[in-house]
């Protein structure tokens, strides 16, 4: 009886374990936590020059000392290891970061390599407005 209801909580933990990491997306050693919904989350803003201008003022002034003022990954604190990922203006980063993951990850930041969280220093407008600017500097192919 006791090995029953061993095995019954280990199987048990093993589900809880396996449901909690299906409804959030975290990519292991990359650290982001992401929903797996975020890759179809589109931006709720109307993007114009408008909101074009307001997320990159946000950006100026809490992106580019490590993404640089033109999103190249050169900005004074940018983590030279790091740089390819750092440089917003990759075409590839449009298909690895469609809107939703982008705002996730302005949203809660990561620890390594280091991305801050910004939830508690914008609004979820701003983030998405700074989201359509960050879009806006990837390559066209």
Known sequence: MKRLLLLISFVWCAILISVGSASQQSSGAKGWTIP??????????????????????????????????????????????????????RAAGAAENPDGIVF????????????????????KEQVWAVVAYVQSLRAKK
Not at 41 to 58: D, F
Not at 59 to 84: V, W
Not at 105 to 112: D, L
Request: glycine fraction near 8%.
């Open 36 to 89: 797996a919904t975020a890759k179809e989350e589109k931006n709720p803003l109307t993007v114009n020059e408008a909101v074009l201008a307001a997320g990159k003022a946000q950006f100026l002034k809490r992106c580019s000392r490590c993404h640089g003022n033109e999103g190249k990954g050169d900005g004074p604190e940018a983590d030279e290891h790091h740089a390819d990922h750092m440089n917003l203006t």
């Open 104 to 123: 996730y990850k302005i949203w809660n930041g990561r620890s390594n390599p280091r991305m801050p969280t910004f939830q508690d220093q914008m609004t």
